[in-house]
């Protein structure tokens, strides 16, 4: 699994309530990505990180929140979750950024579920 | 607007036969182009890329061709095995470190 852990697996939330979904690393690398997938969209980027503090939004990012304060370590925060917020989040990592010698390794995603 | 598109959302192969999967994109600056696989409950794994400066790449079972002008990729999977049923999903990049496009997936079952 190239040594990426996301946590929780799964979770159930309410609506209105804030989230966090934790994405951690053991490969010391630079670039994170926070995905989504949902059935007839494929994989959508949220927000994607290119090293310590410094984050990027991604074709999805309304409605959610991102912080990285350690190489390890990504977060995603939902402030407010809404039931269009329910799906499989996925964690990515690359060394290089998407480059040609570079592919992105994935977690093995978070089901999340907003009632 | 859909960058990447895979317009087969499953498919269906005898064992031992090819698997051939197709992926379109409309953005001429794409450069490096991917393929996924992902199981049930897992996260997708890396399978095989190609850049544009290349019509063709292959890995053990595994093909991509690349096809410019028609702005087409496909991978083929020959010869097909019943592990191979997973969805896969092409991905596509321009230039630099600009974040993956993804298709929306097809679905694979290789039936024994």
């Known amino acids: 699994d190239a040594g990426i852990t996301q946590s929780p697996r799964h979770k159930v939330t309410e609506t209105g309530t804030p989230v966090t979904l934790r994405c951690h690393q053991t490969?010391?690398?630079?670039?994170m990505y926070w995905y989504r997938q949902d059935p007839g969209h494929g994989l959508r980027l949220i927000h994607y990180?290119?090293?310590?503090?410094?984050?990027d939004k991604g074709e999805v990012s309304d409605g959610y929140s991102v912080s990285r304060s350690k190489t390890e370590d990504f977060l995603l925060t939902l402030e407010s979750a809404t039931s269009s917020q329910t799906s499989v989040y996925f964690c990515?990592?690359?060394?290089?950024?998407?480059?040609?010698?570079?592919?992105?390794?994935f977690g093995n995603g978070t089901r999340l579920t907003v009632t | 607007d859909q960058q990447v598109k895979q317009n087969s959302p499953s498919l269906s192969v005898q064992e031992g036969r090819i698997s051939i999967l197709n992926c379109d994109y409309t953005?001429?600056?794409?450069?490096?182009f991917l393929w996924y696989k992902k199981y049930p409950a897992e996260g997708p794994t890396f399978l095989i890329s190609?850049?544009?400066?290349?019509d063709k790449n292959e890995d053990g079972r595994f093909t991509v061709f690349l096809n410019k002008s028609a702005k087409h990729l496909s991978l083929h999977i020959v010869p097909s095995q019943p592990g191979d049923s997973a969805v896969y999903f092409c991905?596509?990049?321009?230039?630099?470190?600009?974040?993956?496009?993804f298709g929306k997936g097809t679905r694979l079952s290789v039936i024994a």
């Open positions: 990515a990592i690359s060394a290089q950024g998407q480059g040609v010698n570079s592919p992105l390794h």
């Open positions: 490969e010391n690398h630079r670039y």
């Open positions: 990180s290119y090293g310590v503090k410094d984050t």
């Open positions: 953005n001429s600056m794409f450069d490096y």
């Open positions: 190609i850049s544009s400066i290349k």
């Open positions: 991905a596509a990049r321009g230039a630099g470190n600009t974040p993956l496009v």
